[in-house]
């Protein structure tokens, strides 16, 4: 199984992932968590993305690209993987074209603007796992604590209104095209293109997943 979750900022897609990643047994690339990640360690490339990552704006297309393609060429890829916040421009959706990788099926989860940015001010997570919970609709067993690990939990730098506004502004401008892109192709070249499905992202974390599942076909 290989799936893109599409959507804005704070639609769940992280959620979603956890949950679909373990029902396949694939892993998740999720280019947001490998970004901070490098910015963590202080790599070069974490030194790059860091104020990109803080102002809301995307990382250059060429880093992106360069990074998910040495991903997926990792044994553990070979079953499949799930993308998570890539592709998010036309020219990273094209990358995998032109590199032949074949995608089954594209998720998208629809939340409004004024949703996320409510839910963004209670997000919580577990940086070293990706790990992400709610503070109302997702709370962890014990406040501020990773139930896994039981390690504090943080806030994202970039989850504050202004960024998150931003960041909204960014996916409707760069990453929202994307929709029809794949709707397109699956119009056009249904056997090679994936799947195309949309799915609610307003409800239980649990109705989502179920939605997304049936999606997937389980
Ligand atoms: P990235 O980490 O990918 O961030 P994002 O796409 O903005 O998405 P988020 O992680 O914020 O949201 P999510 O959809 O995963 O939601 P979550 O499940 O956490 O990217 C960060 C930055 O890295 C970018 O801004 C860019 O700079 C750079 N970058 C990354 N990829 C890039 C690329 N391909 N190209 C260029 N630059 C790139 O849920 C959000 C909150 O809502 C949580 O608190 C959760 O518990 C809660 N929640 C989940 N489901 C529900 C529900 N059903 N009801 C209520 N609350 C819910
Ligand atoms: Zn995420």
């Known amino acids: 199984m290989r799936l893109i979750l599409l959507g804005p900022p704070g ?3 992280g959620t979603q992932a956890q949950f679909i990643c373990e029902a396949f047994g694939i892993p998740q690339i999720s280019t947001g968590d490998m970004l901070r990640a490098a910015v963590k360690e202080g790599t070069e490339l974490g030194l790059k993305a860091k104020e990109i990552m803080n102002s809301g704006g995307l990382v ?4 992106i690209i360069g990074l998910v393609k040495d991903r997926i060429s990792q044994p553990d890829c070979a079953k499949g993987f799930l993308f998570d916040g890539f592709p998010r421009t036309l020219p990273q959706a ?3 074209k032109e590199a032949g990788v074949k ?5 998208e989860i629809a ?3 004024e949703e996320i940015v409510q839910r963004m001010s209670g997000r919580r997570v577990h940086p070293a796992s990706g790990r992400t919970y709610h503070i109302i609709h997702n709370p ?3 406040e501020g604590k990773d139930d896994v690990t039981g390690d504090d939990l943080i806030q994202r730098e970039d989850d504050n209104e202004d960024t998150v506004r931003h960041r909204l502004a960014v996916y409707h401008e760069q990453t929202a ?3 029809e892109y794949y709707q397109a192709w699956a119009r056009q070249d249904p056997k090679q293109a994936p799947v195309y499905t949309c799915v609610k992202g307003i409800g239980s974390v649990e109705a989502i997943r179920e939605q997304v599942l049936k999606a997937l076909g389980q």
């Open 11 to 13: 639609a769940g897609k």
């Open 60 to 63: 250059s297309d060429d880093i």
């Open 94 to 96: 094209d990358a995998m």
């Open 103 to 107: 995608l089954d099926n594209v998720v």
């Open 111 to 113: 939340v409004d603007d």
């Open 140 to 142: 962890p067993k014990v």
């Open 177 to 179: 095209p994307l929709v």
